[in-house]
């Protein structure tokens, strides 16, 4: 499905570049040709994405271990610089077409093929972000997010195209081209910082919520506590490594056994493909009043309740309790 949305994107946005071309001949607009700049980004663009996706989606490797879906951060990190160029292009046409009074023409017709290109990129922009979002493709829903914002530079240049037939004043053309290369500049940082944010496995607060929920629903008795937890993000593959808190009585193959399981149950809700290391610590008899193990017989202080996994809980360093609810005396 992602090879296919990778290939529909390399051919509509040819389409829809050559579209924007014809306009721009038509009309001599400088705010046109701003648009055809920014689709010369997204056919560059798709035809990148056509192969980050399927090289993303080969199976670890020996020289792979953790996969090769950071490619798709890749991906997305040059096609906001793409973009971030072009908008530097599309400033310098206009600011020399603002200096010039270089004239426009027959706007209608060029009103009305920039409309059905602005159509057609509307319907692609929803598709790719769609199944990027499906399928967890960054290089899918990059492309997405990009060209929908492509929709918003279209419409408008179509204002000002508008205002140029209902005014006659030329210099409104190059001043709309102007405005575009600057919101465009804004977006392809955006991508920009976006895209490094995951190649440096910088935590995403969305990401944690939602493994602690999976984390919080497949707890039994013995996981008494998890922290230091970190996830390294290689496209829709997670490694997810954290400390575990069990029960220092248990021998190895008793931990083993619930590590296994409970493994299994995250791997299986997780959104994600991924795996998960845990490191054991032994619970030091600190951790009785938040331990649901009933049957320990090493208990020092009655049980209470299990602490709550949350993000914060989960990414912080342990929380012994027998001290005082919260405490974090040392670490284990």
Excluded at 15 to 30: D, E, H
Excluded at 32 to 42: K, P
Excluded at 240 to 251: F, K, L, N, R
Excluded at 289 to 294: F, I, K, P, T, Y
């Amino acid at each position: 499905m992602r090879n296919r949305a990778a290939w529909i994107s390399a051919i509509a946005s040819f389409l829809i570049f050559a579209l924007k071309m014809g306009a721009y001949r038509i009309t001599g607009s400088t705010a046109v040709l701003s648009d055809a700049l920014e689709s010369i980004v997204n056919v560059v663009a798709s035809l990148v994405a056509l192969y980050v996706v399927r090289f993303a989606a080969q199976p670890a490797d020996h020289e792979h271990p953790y996969g090769h879906g950071k490619a798709e951060s890749f991906s997305s990190a040059f096609e906001g610089g793409l973009i971030f160029f072009a908008a530097l292009m599309i400033i310098y046409e206009s600011i020399k077409a603002l200096i010039y009074h270089e004239p426009t023409q027959q706007l209608e017709i060029g009103l009305l093929v920039v409309a059905v290109a602005a159509l057609l990129n509307l319907g692609l922009g929803l598709y790719l972000k769609h199944i990027g979002k499906t399928h967890h493709s960054d290089a899918l829903k990059a492309s997405g997010a990009h060209v929908i914002s492509d929709v918003l530079t279209t419409a408008g240049v179509m204002v000002g195209l508008g205002l140029v037939l209902l005014t006659d004043l030329q210099w409104i053309d190059p001043v709309v081209a102007i405005l575009v290369g600057l919101q465009l500049a804004y977006s392809g940082y955006k991508i920009v910082r976006e895209s490094l944010g995951i190649l440096m496995d910088e935590q995403d607060e969305e990401i944690l919520e939602d493994l602690t929920d999976v984390l919080a629903k497949c707890r039994e008795p013995g996981v008494i506590d998890i922290h230091h937890l970190r996830i390294i993000r290689s496209g829709r593959f997670h490694h997810v490594d954290a400390h575990m808190v069990i029960p220092e009585y248990w021998d190895i193959v008793k931990a083993h056994d619930l590590i296994h399981r409970y493994e299994s149950c995250v791997v299986a809700a997780y959104k994600f493909d991924g795996e998960l290391a845990f490191h054991l610590d032994p619970c030091k008899k600190s951790y009785c009043r938040a331990c649901d193990v009933l049957t320990c017989p090493i208990r020092q202080q009655p049980y209470e309740s299990l602490r709550p996994f949350t993000v914060k809980s989960l990414t912080d360093g342990p929380r012994p309790t027998n001290q005082g609810a919260y405490d974090n005396p040392g670490s284990t």
